[in-house]
């Protein structure tokens, strides 16, 4: 009975496993912000929220707004972003806080504040200010409970190859080595396990560049990738869906707007054509992803025209990272130390498991009457692909 389960559970694993098949869906939702392009997006407890960008007439917009995916509608937090909002800015996630920050502004320039975004009390709070030089067009991602913030251009047009790392505890910035390639603005990041990955993007003089660099958090060293093997680009998106990485939707030198997105492989470490959707808008887009699924949508058609359609794509098959969001969560995720399991509602007496790919039972945690949060420590865990359950419910989660 017992491998009866297991191989059962591997069946309905396995859609996880790899990108494979999946689907497009032309999204309709309620009170649509207006269309924009370069806007930036974050993903926390998976709610996603999408901050300013540009008009067509290259204007700042300078609103707030949560996608409420299950309610198919827009809505703007009960709290407004209290710094500058301008193009190019950059945001990072660390555990169940947003952290928002540069930018430029026609009526300002260029920012160096950052703000904290407290996603579950909808609270900004100001942060340490950027030690490097004010910018916009950089980049950022986090890892390991830390944030990281380089490159970008600044009022003047000067380029930029430094780094940053955040320290949300201590609320802290320190310069860490500098990046290895050209400075550039308008270059992609993205986190993958315990690494930043970095690149593509344009030099002070708008050469178009393609070269892709990893940086690791814990030796605190950078390591050349592959080339971006589909050439050099820039305004392009970057994030990490359900534990992969994925670039794209950029405009493409020699060729003009590419509407094509592609998934890392890192045993080849090549990036592969997804599944196409022909209608993809261009470039300057924005992308909120949630557990299940991604929605790209707004950016440009051409240098004059903004879109306002909205795509999502989501997996074939059964996705376990669904069948629990009505009652439990866990953060961050991916993780490295430890998890917070939380339950939407206090429980009688129960028990959540931790559960690998196979099936095999890790860890029993028990819960008491009126218990409804947990914190599980995983230093006896390797990196991989595990899974919480919670009565009949599961939730994916990765261990970097």
């Given amino acids: 009975m017992k491998m009866k389960k297991i191989i059962v559970l591997y069946l309905l694993l396995m859609p996880l496993l790899s990108f494979g098949q999946g689907y497009w869906t032309k999204e309709v939702f309620a009170n649509n912000p207006a269309g924009r392009s370069s806007a930036i997006t974050f993903t926390c407890l998976n709610r996603a929220f999408l901050l300013g960008g540009g008009d067509s007439s290259f204007n700042t917009v300078e609103d707030f707004y949560e996608l409420d995916i299950n309610a198919k509608s827009w809505k703007k937090p009960k709290s407004n972003y209290p710094g500058m909002i301008g193009a190019g800015q950059v945001a990072f996630v660390v555990d169940s806080f947003a952290y928002v920050g540069l930018g430029y502004n026609s009526n300002y320039g260029c920012s160096k504040e950052f703000y904290k975004y407290d996603v579950i009390n909808d609270a900004f709070t100001k942060i340490a200010a ?10 950022a991602f986090s890892a390991n409970g830390k944030g990281y913030v380089g490159l970008g251009m600044d009022d003047f047009g000067s380029v930029y190859s430094d780094f ?17 390639g050209t400075a550039r603005y308008s270059g992609v990041a993205t986190s993958f396990r315990e690494n930043g990955i970095v690149g593509l993007g344009a030099t002070a003089a708008s050469t178009v560049l393609n ?26 998106v970057a994030f990490t869906f359900q534990g992969i990485p994925y670039i794209g939707l950029g405009f493409l030198e020699a060729v003009g707007i590419d509407r094509k997105l592609y998934q890392y492989d890192s045993f080849s470490g090549s990036w592969n054509l997804m599944e196409i959707n022909n209608n993809f808008i261009g470039f300057s887009s924005s992308v909120l992803v949630f557990d299940d699924l991604f929605v790209v949508g707004f950016g440009k058609k051409n240098n004059t025209v903004l879109n306002t359609d909205f795509y999502s794509f989501k997996k074939w098959g059964l996705n376990l990272s669904t069948l629990g969001n009505k009652s ?28 690998d790919f196979s099936g095999k039972l890790l860890k029993d945690i028990k819960l008491k009457i009126g218990d409804n949060e947990v914190v599980v420590g995983l230093d006896d865990f390797e990196q991989g692909l595990y899974f919480v359950k919670f009565k009949d419910q599961y939730v994916r989660f990765v261990k970097n």
């Fill in 328 to 355: 439990i969560q866990v953060y961050p995720n991916p993780c490295s130390s430890q998890l917070n399991i939380k339950l939407r509602e206090s429980q009688s007496e129960s028990e959540i498991s931790i559960i």
């Fill in 211 to 236: 070269d892709m660099y990893a940086y690791n958090t814990i030796s605190r060293e950078w390591k050349k990738l592959d080339d971006f093997n589909v050439g050099g680009r820039y305004e392009n």
């Fill in 164 to 180: 940053y790392e955040y320290d949300p505890k201590a609320n802290t910035w320190k310069k860490i080595v500098d990046f290895p």
């Fill in 130 to 139: 950027f030690p490097g030089a004010a910018r916009f067009e950089g980049v």
